[in-house]
């Protein structure tokens, strides 16, 4: 059975043990990149990162992203959203089909 794990400051990612998440605290030093490897080899199918960490970890998680598992995916963390997550999202879906499906570009007339 695949697990799930949740990786970043202790603030963000407490809660989500509630859910029966592993979580992992780790801060923007060297020794989060070594969290990582360990969760990549320890049978974690997805890997929840909050998106300070993940833009911290980027060349590390760099290494990862050809792999089918685990994903990695980065998330809001206790200090807001940054835009690293939906811009990650916007990136893979254009690398896949070609184009941005999913927002347009930004004059699209979305009526925002």
Do not use: C, Q, W
């Not at 070594?34 to 974690?44: A, D, N, P, W």
Request: no cysteine; charged share 25%.
């Amino acid at each position: 059975m695949y697990k799930i794990a949740v990786l970043g400051d202790k603030d963000s990612v407490y809660g989500f043990a509630a859910a029966g998440l592993d979580v992992f605290f780790a801060a923007n030093d060297p020794r989060a990149a070594r969290t990582l490897k360990e969760l990549v080899e320890g049978g974690y199918a997805v890997i929840y990162v909050t998106e300070s960490l993940y833009a911290y970890l980027d060349k590390d998680i760099e290494a990862y992203r050809e792999r089918t598992l685990p994903a990695i995916i980065p998330i809001p963390g206790a200090s807001g959203n940054t835009g690293l997550g939906i811009a990650r999202v916007r990136k893979s879906v254009e690398r896949a089909v070609g184009s941005d499906i999913l927002f347009g570009s930004p004059d699209s007339g979305r009526g925002d």
